[in-house]
């Protein structure tokens, strides 16, 4: 059996993948694996796609996808390298593993062949996300590819050399975002709202300011100013935040992911 689409490790991202691929691509050229057998049998019977092992997929599949946290990478390609190696067919490695170059990739791969590195967020599994991907020069053309992944959401090709920063305000930033999606609703469950609706008006917040952002095309500070009038509520706000160094503190958390993240597999 073959399959467009293989997806070793069924975890957050894996399976947040799958769910996109599986709204482009029949069911049944899915393929998922994981440690758990469980965990890849419960994605596969939610997308309609195959639970398989970890050879199948590497023999069998049109586009890997290597779902495993980087750490996990030496020993996932120790199985896999050899079956690789047997591989004359069209292929192409998916990486999605932070802080791992495609040099990287290929040198465990132990043979030269096509990678695509992706940087996706985890709402690509509702059609929201992002996915930032580089080629490299083994992979002739990516309409394939950016076909497939269409219905993650916002797919953009980014040069190798960036891509360590992007994943820092696409990869890492929602946790941040539902920190301060939960830090605004608990204050307005602090000034009487209903948890639900606190939530439900953060997140309604968050969304419509975004895309006035990105439709307007101003500058976020000069929204920003067309929303505190002078003496007025949301200026009082604005100062809370300053004296707390709200947007160092965001830097700070950019630049730390991004530290951190050259440093993944030590
Ligand atoms: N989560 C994100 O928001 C995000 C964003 C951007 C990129 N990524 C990247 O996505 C990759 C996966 O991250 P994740 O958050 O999805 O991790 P995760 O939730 O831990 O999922 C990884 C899964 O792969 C399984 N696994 C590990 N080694 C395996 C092997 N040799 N064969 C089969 N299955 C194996 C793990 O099983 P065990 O738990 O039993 O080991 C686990 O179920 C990472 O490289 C990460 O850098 C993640």
Known sequence: MKYL??????????????????????????AVSDHSK????????????????????????????????????KKL???????????NDEFVLVTMAAGTSISEITELAERSCPIIRIMPNTPV????????FTANENVADTTEFCEMMKMAGTIDEIPENLIDAASCVTGCSPAWIYMFIEALSDGGVKCGLPRAKAISYACDALI?????????????GQLKDEVTSPGGTTIAGVHALEKKSFRGTVMDAVTSAYKRTLNLKK
């Not at 069924?10 to 899915?30: D, H, R, Y």
């Open 125 to 132: 599994s509702i059609g929201r996300g992002i996915i930032l």
């Open 208 to 220: 419509g300011s975004a895309m006035l952002v990105k439709e307007s095309g101003k500058h976020p």
């Open 38 to 73: 469980k965990k890849a049998e419960d994605l596969a019977s939610a997308l309609g796609a195959t639970a398989v092992d970890n050879a199948e997929i590497v023999k069998n599949a049109k586009y890997i996808f290597l779902g495993v946290k980087p750490q996990m990478l």
């Open 5 to 30: 689409a293989g997806f070793i490790g069924s975890g957050n991202m894996g399976s947040a993948l799958a769910q996109a691929v599986a709204k482009t691509t029949c069911p049944n050229e899915i």
């Open 77 to 87: 390609f120790k199985e896999i390298a050899p079956l690789l190696a047997e591989r």
